[in-house]
C-alpha cells in the first residue's frame, strides 16, 4: 500500500486559518490512519504487507512558513515508525518517504505563499529553494516514483521502520529569509 495524500496549506501561521490546520490534519494525517485501519486487517489476514507513507520533509526538517504541513508531517511520521514496531510480527513493514520540494502544481502554490509571507517578489522565493539544496535543483515526480517503486518492491521487505528523505540534502535554515532582515 502506497499512501499519498495532497497538501496541507502553507504559510505562517498568522495566516493559516482554523480550517486550514482541520484541512491539512484531516487530509495529511487522519487520511493516512483511515487507509490503514482498512488495508492492515487485510494484511495481517494475507501474513505480510508493505506500506509505503509518502509525507514530506516538513516533518523532519521544520520550517516556520510550512508549520502546518509539518505537524502533520511530523504526526505521519511518528505513525509509520510506530506502526512498523507494532506489526513488524506480522511480517508488514513500514518506510516513511519524505520528499522535499518536487516540481508539482503545489510546489508552485506553496511559492507563492513564501513570497507572500517573507514579502519578497515571486522570483525570489522561486530561488530559494534550490538555493538550500547542495544539488542545486528541486526533485522531479519520477525521481520520487522511482524511490516509491523500489520501496514497494518485495526485495525491500527488510526496509522497516525508517524514513528516507528524497530532497538533495535539503538546508531550510538556507530559505529563512527573515533572519536576514531588520525586525521592525
Request: charged letters at 20%; glycine letters at 12%; proline letters at 6%.
Amino acid at each position: 500500500m502506497v499512501n499519498n495524500a495532497g497538501s496541507a496549506a502553507g504559510g505562517v501561521i498568522e495566516h493559516l486559518t482554523e480550517d486550514d490546520w482541520e484541512k491539512g490534519l484531516q487530509l495529511k494525517f487522519m487520511g493516512y490512519v483511515r487507509c490503514l485501519r482498512y488495508v492492515l486487517p487485510i494484511m495481517v489476514r494475507q501474513g505480510g504487507g508493505r506500506v509505503v507513507n509518502l509525507i514530506g520533509n516538513d516533518g523532519v526538517k521544520p520550517s516556520y512558513w510550512e508549520t502546518c504541513p509539518g505537524a502533520a508531517n511530523a504526526a505521519g511520521q511518528n505513525l509509520t515508525m510506530s506502526l512498523a514496531g507494532q506489526y513488524g510480527r506480522d511480517n508488514i513493514s513500514f518506510v516513511a518517504v519524505n520528499p522535499g520540494p518536487v516540481s508539482t502544481e503545489r510546489w508552485a502554490g506553496l511559492v507563492d505563499a513564501m513570497a507572500r509571507d517573507m514579502k519578497i517578489p515571486r522570483a525570489e522565493a522561486d530561488r530559494l529553494a534550490p538555493a538550500s539544496i547542495p544539488m542545486g535543483r528541486i526533485a522531479e515526480v519520477e525521481e520520487v516514483a522511482n524511490l516509491v517503486v523500489m520501496l514497494a518492491s518485495p526485495i525491500m521487505m527488510m526496509v522497516n521502520g525508517t524514513m528516507i528523505e528524497i530532497d538533495g540534502g535539503q538546508d531550510k535554515p538556507l530559505m529563512d529569509r527573515f533572519r536576514d532582515r531588520p525586525k521592525g
